[in-house]
């Protein structure tokens, strides 16, 4: 087998050398075949011969077919190698780190499937509301437009976005509502915010429209910021008390239980936040009792009605047009031609700015008449005029009679105004009355009932031991047989005396109430009365000295 092996050897020798002498490289697509094929076989018998100078060969051959890259031959079956994730040069991280450094980026969102490119963060016009100029706690004009770049520079670029929360969280403080604007459904803030901004080292209160437009911020994220680092600093302020118990201290004697637990009680803090000193409310700087004075001072101000969402605002007081009717001229009770522009402007100043608003409610009760409705145009039909107005206007120390039209264009004031300020005068002054009448029919009835009380005490009485009962009731003499007798006795005697008499229901309610009675003679026969209706003399002097205590008891004449 030797020689064999051998033979193969020099064959592929000398078949290596032709091919390098021919070109080989130049040879077509069979010729490279087969010296593959030959390069393979080599291979395969070079692990027969373990012979020390095999390596080497293997290495000479390599080295003489001018093959630079070993790899190449084996490049089929290695994998290539894995490259290493690089997150900075992905596309979303791109656009989010713009957005970070407040540039102009591509937003994830797409609007009607095209991409939507975000401006780069600005500073926003200035606060200009005239609120924050007359509000003592709002600074907003003590900011000029250099101090609001300084501060937006140093937001954007030399904060990162964790600084920047922290930043939003510390000037912006989140305090529980005070009070609530929606009062007939259930309010959805559940915080009210204060907005700082810090300007040479102060924190200054401004309004949240400054805040925002300084900093280059929406109120969503201002919002959410905010409420997350509160809610951080409250749990810290909770996990406080709780790191201070936990710390282990080193005593020297060991106590014992109950002086363990008092202790531990001791040094508990309280719970939760500490309490934040309450603000002292000032209604006058409330926006809408601000639109309510300037409505009550006759300026312009902003309706609390909205039309179609939006706000109304309402103009300022102005005389209107004189009246230049043809009817108020003719008419001998209308003296709309005789005030002139300067009589009306004197009245529309004196009205609105020398007169608050019950004094304006009062100055137009009293030019305005109210009677009571003499004829109406609409016969087929019931009118809805509950009164007949005259309207007047003062030229001087004269009331003169004008028309409607003279009198409201005058004064600036609505028909709605008039109106409701008269009518209810009226009712006031009807109410007024009516009291009156209702006092005075008071202590008529008092009087009436004094007099019941004196026409009673003065009827002759019987005691109460002729008739056989207690002693605390008194009896009448019996000249009256019924009540309907004692009433008419009594009905008499008040027209005599030109007094009005009560009612028979009243006068009996009296009678019992005094503790009152009518004798009966069948139940008790034994006392008697002469002919005057008085009684004995023994048994009147016995009644008076014994009067409050048992009397005798009187003889009866009939069989015992």
């Not at 407040?102 to 490119?117: C, P, Q």
């Not at 900011?143 to 937001?155: D, L, S």
């Not at 900093?215 to 201002?222: F, R, T």
Request: charged fraction near 30%.
């Amino acid at each position: 087998m030797e020689p064999t092996g051998l033979r193969d050897v020099f064959k592929c020798i000398t078949l290596y050398h032709l091919q390098v002498g021919d070109g080989s490289r130049k040879s077509d697509g069979a010729s490279k075949k087969r010296s593959h094929s030959v390069m393979t076989a080599q291979t395969q018998m070079i692990p027969q011969f373990p012979s020390p100078n095999a390596g080497p060969l293997g290495a000479d051959t390599s080295a003489k077919n001018g093959n630079t890259h070993p790899d190449r031959a084996g490049a089929d079956s290695k994998k290539p190698k894995a490259k290493h994730a690089d997150p900075s040069k992905w596309k979303q991280n791109k656009q989010k780190q713009l957005r970070m450094e407040g540039k102009a980026y591509a937003s994830k969102r797409k609007k009607d499937g095209e991409l939507v490119t975000k401006q780069p963060r600005a500073v926003g016009p200035r606060c200009t509301s005239n609120a924050c100029k007359k509000a003592s706690n709002r600074l907003c004009n003590e900011i000029n437009e250099e101090a609001r770049k300084r501060v937006f520079e140093e937001f954007w670029q030399h904060m990162n976005w964790t600084q920047r929360k922290q930043y939003v969280a510390r000037q912006v403080d989140c305090d529980p509502v005070e009070r609530s604007r929606a009062a007939g459904s259930q309010s959805r803030r559940s915080v009210s915010l204060r907005y700082h901004l810090m300007v040479d080292g102060k924190r200054k209160q401004v309004c949240k429209n400054m805040f925002l437009t300084t900093l280059g911020i929406g109120e969503w994220s201002v919002l959410n910021w905010a409420q997350k680092g509160g809610a951080k600093n409250n749990e810290s302020n909770e996990n406080k008390p709780e790191k201070r118990q936990a710390v282990p201290q080193c005593p020297r004697q060991i106590p014992s239980s109950s002086t363990v637990s008092n202790t531990v009680e001791g040094t508990q803090e309280p719970e939760g936040p500490p309490r934040k000193k309450s603000r002292v409310a000032r209604p006058l700087t409330w926006k809408q009792n601000r639109q309510k004075q300037l409505r009550m001072e006759g300026k312009s101000y902003i309706s609390k009605r909205k039309k179609d969402g939006i706000t109304i605002t309402k103009a300022q007081r102005a005389i209107g047009p004189r009246c230049t009717s043809s009817a108020c001229r003719r008419a001998s009770n209308r003296f709309c031609a005789d005030f002139s522009e300067e009589m009306r402007n004197e009245l529309f100043t004196s009205f609105w700015q020398r007169m608050n608003w019950p004094q304006r409610k009062i100055y137009v009760a009293e030019l305005v008449d109210c009677d009571p409705v003499e004829r109406t145009r609409a016969p087929w039909t019931q009118s809805r005029r509950s009164v007949s107005m005259r309207y007047h206007l003062l030229a001087g120390s004269d009331r003169r009679q004008v028309c409607k039209k003279m009198f409201l264009s005058t004064l600036g004031i609505g028909e709605w105004s008039v109106l409701n300020w008269a009518q209810n005068s009226s009712k006031q002054d009807d109410s007024e009355e009516n009291g009156k009448r209702q006092t005075q029919r008071k202590s008529r009835k008092a009087s009436e009932h004094i007099f019941l009380k004196e026409f009673l005490e003065s009827l002759p009485k019987v005691p109460s031991y002729c008739c056989g009962t207690t002693i605390s009731k008194l009896y009448l003499e019996p000249v009256f047989s019924n009540m309907s007798e004692v009433y008419r006795h009594y009905y008499n005697h008040c027209l005599e005396k030109m007094t009005a008499p009560l009612s028979r229901q009243v006068f009996c309610a009296v009678f019992k109430k005094m503790d009152l009675g009518l004798w009966d003679p069948k139940k008790d026969q034994g006392c008697s009365f002469g002919a005057t209706g008085n009684l004995f003399n023994e048994l009147w002097e016995e009644y008076c000295l014994e009067r409050g205590a048992a009397g005798p008891q009187p003889e009866k004449t009939g069989n015992q």
